[in-house]
Each structure stands twice: as structure tokens, then as C-alpha cells.
């Protein structure tokens, strides 16, 4: 019998966001750019902020899901630097994902929004986040996204 999956909260990034550039539609979606401004991971031992540099690069398909891949750094209170790249799909009723758009609230418990971040440092007191698999539930706000991580164990 193989190991039954669990997972156990381990920090959370709330990220900071800028205005949308969109390239426009690119056969199979609109590309969307949201620039990464900053903000900060609070967890058990995990504590830093969001460098002020990366961006979430979408592509809204034609059926509103929205693919996303952001990249970016943290920069922990010990001075560690690691590098996220995240990706996921965010997707609910096409009334509340244009409501988002406009930057209007929306309960985020109405919006599927799953990603999985990978993490990257040469800090050996993090290492741990490069020997585990990672999920996250996430919430889209006006000016910011909060993205609660998990570890699967």
C-alpha cells in the first residue's frame, strides 16, 4: 500500500500587485502581465518579505480559466533569498471573474483558485523547501493575492 497524501500548513505570501498590461489575444487566450510589487510570508520559521520585482503571467482562455505562472523572490528576515515560481488555475462563474477584472470584491470561497509553487535557494537552513511538494489556496483582491502554502507530507 502506497503513503496516504496529507498536507500541513506552512506559511502564507501575500504579494502585492500592480496594474494589468495585456498583450491581447494570442489565438488561445488573452496573455495578461500583473507586475509583482512586493509584500510578505509569515509561517513558523518562514518569515521575509516579496521582492519588488517578477510578475504573474496569465493567459485567460476563452472559457475564463485562468492559467498563471508567477515568478518572484522572497527575501527572509536571515537575509535567505528564495526564488518561487507558481503556477495554477484560478475559475468560477464568469460574472464573478469579470467582477475581479474591474477589481470589484468577490468572496474568494466562490473562486477555485489552486496553484503549485516550486521553491529554489541555496540556503541550506531552507532547504527543505526544495526536497517537498507544495500546494496553495489563493484569493485575488484589488491590490493583492494571498496564497495560503502547504506542504504535502
Known amino acids: 500500500m502506497t503513503p496516504v497524501l496529507a498536507t500541513k500548513y506552512v506559511f502564507t505570501i501575500t504579494v502585492r500587485i500592480g496594474d494589468v498590461t495585456s498583450a491581447g489575444d494570442i489565438g488561445h487566450g488573452t496573455r495578461r502581465i500583473i507586475p509583482i510589487l512586493g509584500g510578505e510570508v509569515r509561517g513558523e520559521g518562514v518569515n521575509g518579505k516579496v521582492c519588488p520585482f517578477g510578475a504573474d503571467f496569465q493567459i485567460i482562455r476563452p472559457d475564463e480559466l485562468i492559467e498563471l505562472e508567477a515568478k518572484y523572490a522572497l527575501e527572509l528576515d536571515d537575509g535567505a533569498v528564495v526564488y518561487v515560481a507558481n503556477t495554477g488555475l484560478r475559475f468560477g462563474p464568469k460574472d464573478l471573474l469579470e467582477k475581479l477584472k474591474r477589481n470589484e470584491p468577490v468572496d474568494p470561497a466562490l473562486i477555485y483558485f489552486r496553484t503549485t509553487p516550486k521553491f529554489e535557494t541555496g540556503s541550506p537552513k531552507y532547504r527543505w523547501l526544495m526536497q517537498h511538494l507544495f500546494v496553495a489556496s489563493a484569493a485575488r483582491h ?12
Open 142 to 153: 484589488a491590490d493583492r493575492v494571498v496564497i495560503d502554502v502547504h506542504q504535502v507530507l
